[in-house]
């Protein structure tokens, strides 16, 4: 990805959020649970596939996927009189798969900790006395 492409997908990402938030009265559409995780533009700056992120159950991301999709051209649209590009790209909205496995790859770390946590509590509390708070562990 050249610099120029990623400059124009940062700005499409927020753009297209602004929109999202502000303009886009679909009921399918939760600016508070949908979020534009990142924008990829193509080189001849035609095409852009844009990340979203819905924080909600497999049906409903799927429902937000497609009212977006539907709403592209709108969307487009709204988004061309904020910003000038000499060619809009063509707009399709993909789920971002990446935030949910590092969520994922998140809470199995923290699982992992707390399990540690536990094994070194469970060690250590049999050789420390109820009322000694110098071998107590924290």
Request: no cysteine.
């Amino acid at each position: 990805m050249s610099r120029r492409t990623e400059r124009v997908g940062n700005l499409l990402r927020n753009t297209i959020a602004e929109v999202l938030a502000r303009k886009i009265s679909d009921p399918r559409v939760d600016p508070g649970r949908t979020s534009i995780t990142r924008v990829e533009v193509t080189e001849d700056l035609l095409a852009a596939r844009v990340f979203v992120s819905v924080m909600a159950e497999p049906p409903e991301q799927r429902n937000t996927l497609r009212a977006l999709q539907h709403a592209a051209g709108h969307i487009q649209e709204l988004v061309t009189r904020q910003i000038t590009l000499r060619h809009m790209p063509q707009l399709t909205f993909v789920a971002d798969e990446r935030f949910k496995k590092t969520m994922k790859t998140l809470t199995l770390i923290q699982q992992a900790m707390d399990e540690i946590r536990q094994k070194e509590q469970a060690s250590s509390a049999p050789d420390a006395p109820p009322g000694d708070p110098d071998k107590a562990s924290v």
